[in-house]
């Protein structure tokens, strides 16, 4: 895509984006582990931006029950692996987009690859993948990226930003040696939607943290990957302070609510304690109803 196809592609971003910010943004290197529910259209939606440089990652392939919420999961691609589908859809927009593409899960032992000359983070990755989230957010720490976290919780968007030199994961979810892999899933659950929005809604039947199983939507999706473009652009062109941990956003259009604050001391703060505790008793009495 020469110089002249590329202004005419993205010419429609001018007016929020100026023509420097843009050839920041074309030259802007975004790492996105998980080619899933939120990481393929996050991929797109930031392909459509202007950004032309990836570094993406996805050892699964899509099947049909990915088809309710994933960009990329349709019948000509099922049984194909993720990235590879998704790198080809960022290809058919921007034919030039430079990719370094993993089909294989992101570990200790590629993550410094994986993270090699990128800009920032998106972590895209599986709800229930907990051990690699936490690998990956440590080594972005070390190398002094933001990650930009945004899960699709019931019908909503819940935002977390974190800094390189603000509070880590494990701080932030207040993760203590010794925890059952239940109680690390039920701080990160918690942990990472604070304003609660969809507990109003949600049949905690359907959540099994044993057996990583929950409800997902494809508009919570969407609306997850509206808020991580925005604030992976805020970030990229610098304009001006970042809302980061422990301060935290959700948006959920089927309540009609916007919810950010500031959880002091994270899931460390008192009333988080007792959200925890609350969301426990919910989702064991809601284990006890599948099992009669």
Same mark, same amino acid.
């Given at each position: 895509?020469?110089?002249?196809?590329?202004? +005419?592609?993205?010419?429609?971003?001018?007016?929020?984006?100026?023509?420097?910010?843009?050839?920041?943004?074309?030259?802007?290197?975004?790492?996105?582990?998980?080619?899933?529910?939120?990481?393929?259209?996050?991929?797109?939606?930031?392909?459509?931006?202007?950004?032309?440089?990836? &570094?993406?990652?996805? &050892?699964?392939?899509?099947?049909?029950?990915?088809?309710? +919420?994933?960009?990329?999961?349709?019948?000509?691609?099922?049984?194909?692996?993720?990235?590879?589908?998704?790198?080809?859809?960022?290809?058919?927009?921007?034919?030039?987009?430079?990719?370094?593409?993993?089909?294989?899960?992101?570990?200790?032992?590629?993550?410094?690859?994986?993270?090699?000359?990128?800009?920032?983070?998106?972590?895209?990755?599986?709800?229930?993948?907990?051990?690699?989230?936490?690998?990956?957010?440590?080594?972005?720490?070390?190398?002094?990226?933001?990650?930009?976290?945004?899960?699709? /919780?019931?019908?909503?968007?819940?935002?977390?930003?974190?800094?390189?030199?603000?509070?880590?994961?494990?701080?932030?979810?207040?993760?203590?040696?010794?925890?059952?892999?239940?109680?690390?899933?039920?701080?990160?659950?918690?942990?990472?939607?604070?304003?609660?929005? &969809?507990?109003?809604?949600?049949?905690?039947?359907?959540?099994?943290?044993?057996? +990583?199983?929950?409800?997902?939507?494809?508009?919570?999706? &969407?609306?997850?990957?509206?808020?991580?473009?925005?604030?992976?652009?805020? /970030?990229?062109?610098?304009?001006?302070?970042?809302?980061?941990?422990?301060?935290?956003?959700?948006?959920?259009?089927?309540?009609?609510?916007?919810?950010?604050?500031?959880?002091?001391?994270?899931?460390?703060?008192?009333?988080?304690?007792?959200?925890?505790?609350?969301?426990?008793?919910?989702?064991?009495?809601?284990?006890?109803?599948?099992?009669?």
């Amino acid at each position: 895509m020469n110089d002249y196809i590329y202004a +005419r592609a993205f010419s429609r971003n001018l007016g929020l984006i100026n023509q420097e910010e843009q050839e920041v943004l074309r030259q802007s290197c975004v790492a996105i582990p998980g080619m899933g529910g939120v990481g393929g259209i996050e991929l797109v939606t930031l392909a459509r931006a202007g950004i032309s440089r990836f &570094h993406i990652a996805d &050892h699964d392939s899509f099947e049909e029950v990915n088809f309710n +919420r994933q960009y990329g999961a349709t019948l000509p691609a099922r049984g194909r692996n993720k990235a590879e589908v998704m790198a080809e859809a960022v290809r058919s927009i921007n034919p030039d987009a430079e990719i370094l593409l993993f089909k294989q899960a992101i570990d200790a032992a590629n993550a410094d690859v994986f993270l090699k000359d990128a800009d920032i983070v998106v972590d895209a990755l599986d709800f229930f993948a907990l051990e690699t989230r936490r690998m990956l957010f440590a080594k972005a720490r070390e190398k002094n990226l933001y990650v930009v976290s945004v899960g699709p /919780i019931g019908f909503s968007g819940a935002m977390l930003i974190f800094s390189p030199t603000g509070m880590s994961f494990d701080e932030y979810f207040n993760l203590k040696p010794g925890m059952s892999f239940e109680e690390k899933m039920l701080a990160f659950a918690v942990g990472l939607s604070p304003g609660g929005t &969809h507990l109003a809604y949600m049949d905690c039947k359907q959540v099994d943290l044993k057996a +990583r199983a929950g409800p997902s939507l494809g508009l919570a999706c &969407h609306i997850a990957s509206g808020m991580c473009v925005a604030a992976v652009i805020k /970030i990229l062109l610098k304009r001006g302070p970042v809302k980061v941990v422990p301060r935290y956003s959700q948006f959920d259009p089927y309540t009609m609510q916007y919810k950010q604050s500031c959880l002091y001391g994270g899931n460390r703060n008192p009333i988080q304690r007792l959200k925890i505790w609350y969301v426990k008793r919910m989702l064991e009495k809601g284990k006890r109803e599948r099992e009669l």
